[in-house]
């Protein structure tokens, strides 16, 4: 498997920091850099956006944020002195706002009455594909598409754009982001979606709603399936997301203007696909956040920990991979 070599600098950074050459904290205003926060788990940066770790500058602000570069040790990444940092809780109070946004969007769009349950819809001539179980997946998967694209456009720069419990285990079982990250991130990614689900309630005006993704009838789906279709649809997801936005060999191809939009197409066909052929089975979530907002609006199910385990076991299983093949060469 082949791989880049690390890359070049720039000595002329901001803060005397060596940025990468392409790197558009490179570019001034005058005397005024742009704010470019340096972090190894931005969704869309294909780790571009990274600091090199053997400038003296550079080994200043990785002992306070190791996750300033992707080679950060076990021992650093585990480091709590992270909890101390004004700068993580700030990114992390992004992540509420962004995260609570695309939950009250996304969940309002896909909101409805709950189906009756144990009954499966009348099918015409054209089967599945001609009922509102087949539609209703497809108008939600567009809109998933295309609001996730346009929030990762607006808050990677701020946060990275994580906006899902996922990605931020993902992320972290890559050793890509540092634990103190992750609890700040995870923690205000479940808080922002807290609100948004009391919003949702307010907006539906009542508490008994569903929202596809977050919608299991354990009649006529066995809990045992349900994880299976969670873990599978999430680790896809993850495989994908890292592909187009978090592999620095793709940034020259890809890079942070196009992956956006492929990172919501991935979540929209998944969302999509998974929704309309198992009876019962409301579409895997892949966004535990999303579904503890919804929940928190309308009521706790029995099998919400499949929302949680499903992504956290299918990002164990992505970090074993990424460590076995990772995409930088070993210095």
Not at 198 to 211: D, E, K
Request: with cysteine; hydrophobic share 45%; net charge neutral.
């Amino acid at each position: 498997m082949s791989a880049e070599p690390r890359p070049q600098t720039d000595p002329q950074g901001p803060g005397n920091l060596t940025w990468r050459k392409d790197s558009i904290a490179t570019r001034h205003i005058g005397s005024h850099p742009p704010a470019v926060i340096p972090f190894a788990g931005r969704i869309d940066g294909n780790q571009v956006l990274v600091l090199d770790p053997s400038n003296l500058e550079s080994q200043n602000a990785y002992r306070k944020i190791p996750d300033t570069t992707p080679f950060f040790s076990l021992k650093d990444g585990f480091s709590l002195t992270g909890f101390a940092d004004p700068l993580i809780w700030k990114c992390a109070a992004v992540e509420c706002v962004a995260t609570g946004l695309l939950v009250f969007t996304t969940g309002f769009i896909a909101a409805h009455d709950p189906p009756p349950l144990n009954e499966a819809s009348p099918l015409g001539p054209a089967g599945v594909y001609g009922t509102a179980r087949f539609f209703g997946p497809l108008v939600g998967g567009i809109t998933n598409w295309l609001f996730l694209t346009l929030l990762i456009y607006a808050f990677s720069s701020a946060s990275g754009a994580h906006l899902n419990p996922t990605i931020t285990f993902a992320t972290f079982f890559a050793r890509l982001v540092t634990f103190p990250r992750l609890v700040l991130y995870v923690s205000a990614q479940t808080a922002g979606a807290s609100v948004a689900g009391l919003a949702l309630r307010s907006a539906f005006g009542l508490r008994n709603f569903v929202v596809g993704g977050c919608v299991i009838d354990s009649a006529l789906v066995p809990i045992g399936d349900a994880f299976t279709l969670e873990f599978t649809f999430t680790l896809v997801l993850i495989f994908l997301c890292f592909g187009v936005g978090l592999d620095p060999r793709q940034a020259g191809i890809i890079g942070s203007k196009f992956a956006p939009w492929l990172i919501g197409m991935a979540l929209g066909l998944l969302s999509f696909g998974s929704s309309f052929t198992r009876v019962g089975y409301g579409g895997s979530s892949m966004n535990p956040a999303r579904c503890f907002g919804v929940y928190v609006g309308s009521s706790f199910p029995t099998y919400h920990w499949i929302h949680w385990m499903g992504p956290i076991s299918a990002s164990m299983a992505h970090g074993v991979m990424y460590c076995i093949l990772p995409p930088w060469l070993s210095a």
